[in-house]
């Protein structure tokens, strides 16, 4: 849980997730830059995405690479901008 940000509501999410196909969540990769405050940020994440059945695996990528794969023409899931954390 990341202080300062709305509570989740596993059961709605569940539910939207079950009406969109997904009775049983799904599993995906997030592109991330091996920057710490990227990485930091993709662990959150993944970590409030799991409950509701949503696998993240990160795929941690040094700028060039990560750059080349956002900006190319391969879509993905990515975590482009670094956003402050709540204190």
């Not at 539910?15 to 990227?38: I, N, P, Q, Y």
């Not at 700028?63 to 670094?82: H, I």
């Amino acid at each position: 849980k990341a202080p300062g940000y709305a509570k989740s509501d596993l059961e709605a999410s569940k539910k939207l997730l079950a009406e969109a196909g997904f009775t049983s969540g799904f599993k995906t990769d997030m592109l991330v830059r091996a920057v710490t405050a990227h990485q930091d940020l993709a662990v959150l994440v993944k970590d409030a995405l799991a409950p509701a059945g949503i696998t993240v695996d990160l795929n941690v990528q040094e700028t060039a690479v990560f750059n080349g794969k956002t900006f190319g023409n391969t879509p993905t899931l990515d975590l482009t901008f670094p956003m402050p954390l709540p204190q």
